[in-house]
């Protein structure tokens, strides 16, 4: 059934729809927030969704079953659960507007990771209530105590943030060490309290510095690195705008990038965190975006500093767009930030990605979005093949009203193709977007954008490897300038995600939970502000079945830095 319910006068309407199984709906917006109204009986929570480690029961669920009726008493009984998940009581009496404590007590199905999903089933001895149904999902993660970064800067007008996500139920202690471009290293000891957010200011720790950061703590926790300026280099041309990166969990030798642009107005550099005791050679071949013809290049970075490369400025190398393969003779980390004016739209922008490790035959990404006009954003995927065998690629895109819709290329070995959304999906479509290959490829999604007409900046994200039940992110912002969605995409043809949202305040405190559901082959948009309004927060984010979940942001940040930044979650 679909009913109308009254709410507070300046507020929108819509239409909330009634499933056979009491859960609550908005059908004008194709997915929501959960709720629930029975003639019967009501859950405190609409799912149970819990985080452990491998080999570890997560602590027990304690959930409030009420009776809703004022005038009838009811006898509930559970049905049966799988034997790693118990509730108790099974059954009972629920006097009139009474209540009463279920417990969920869990036991470990594997030292090994993985995902175990169920429902608890309640019904009423009457029968003339459709069953409570409320999904479970246990995900064993081996969450990272260490996390990396190879850029960032402190001089100037840049300001860099580190953000700390501690989702565990105690303290993290975590260490800190700056590796400088001078080849000093900088060490500082940091808390963050349990289920919470920690900020840390590096211009305050390493100030007018060049600076790579390496991350370790005694509990698992999450890093991103936010960075604010006005970059100057660009003569003529002030580029207001900001960066955040997720960190990365391990070294590596070989980084895979697939878009860097050296053509007017575009500055592209390659940052280099060497951790080691000893100096790191580094061989870059680049790859001519049109041709696939490789021009190589040679760096060394000193011993426990933070090396960097202006691809303007390499020697022999035409101004163009390249992809590139950075092979370093020591483990290590590559990044590559990027200052622009964009040869599309005009707008000006900055973006950041760390290298890729592996090149993949498929990525998923949840954010997209097309407009013409003021306002503008201009949505492309840049696709690059860097094999030496033509890669066959389909972009399936997820409508947020529901449906798909595909277009298929080829690229040539070593050379690199644009999909603009804009021309495949038309004006004003949110959307999400999966990528398919024949072989490895490197997928990125480039955004441009005048964000309300006001706030021009430029994004671009590399998809995540696969759709998974757990994501999460440690920065947050809802301030004074600041708009930060949650995008989700659910890949599924068939099933609705049920997907549980936990706030974790900055200092701590209690966390925020939401539930939302999410349509088969869909694409969901949350504005965080209207859960976590004014403040800064970590998330993470369960599902029942495997989604992908990103946070794009846009913002003014002080002195007029306006921009955006976007992350696809930390999959542990």
Known sequence: MITEFPIPSGNTAFKIAQGADGNLWFPELNTSKIGRITSGVQLSQAAVSVVTTPGTSPTAQVLTLSNNNPNAVLNWSAAALPSWVSVNPTSGTLAAGGSQQLTLTFTPTSNTPQT?????????????????????????????????????????SFVEFLTLANPNAVQANVQVQYYLGTGQVVPQSVVVPANARGTIRVNDI???????????????????????????????????????????????????FGYLDTTSLHDTFLTILNQNPVAMNVTITYLA?????????????????????????????????????????QPGLVERPMYLVDSVTYFTGSADIVGVATPLDSWDFAEGFTFSGAGAFSERYLLSNPTSSVAKVSVFFFLSGGGTQTTNLTIQPGAQAVVDANAVLGNEVNNSASVGASQPILAERFMSFDFRGSIPGATDVL?????????????????????EFLTIENPDQLSTATVQVTFLPAGGGNPVVQVYRVAPLSRFTLDTSTVMPGQSFSMIVESNIQIVAERPMCFTFSGGKTGGSDVIGYQP
């Open 116 to 156: 175990s999903t169920t429902t608890l089933s309640l019904t009423t001895a009457s029968g003339a209530v459709s069953p409570l149904l409320v999904p479970i999902t246990v995900v064993s993660a081996n969450a990272s105590k260490t996390w990396y970064f190879a850029e960032g800067f402190t001089g100037g």
């Open 206 to 256: 390493v100030p007018n510095q060049n600076v790579s950061i390496v991350v370790t703590a005694d509990q698992p926790i999450v890093a991103e690195r936010p960075i604010y300026f006005t970059y100057t280099s660009i003569s003529g041309h002030p580029i207001p705008g900001g960066s955040d990166v997720l960190g990365s969990t391990q070294l590596g030798t070989s980084f895979d």
């Open 289 to 329: 975006a049109s041709t696939g013809i490789p021009t190589i290049i040679k760096h060394t970075v000193l011993a426990n500093t933070r090396g960097t490369v202006k691809v303007n400025a390499e020697q022999g190398l035409p101004a163009g767009v390249y992809s590139a393969l950075v092979t370093l003779d």
């Open 463 to 483: 998809g995540a490897a696969q759709p998974s039940n757990l994501f999460l992110f440690s920065e947050g912002f809802t301030g004074q300038g600041f708009s």
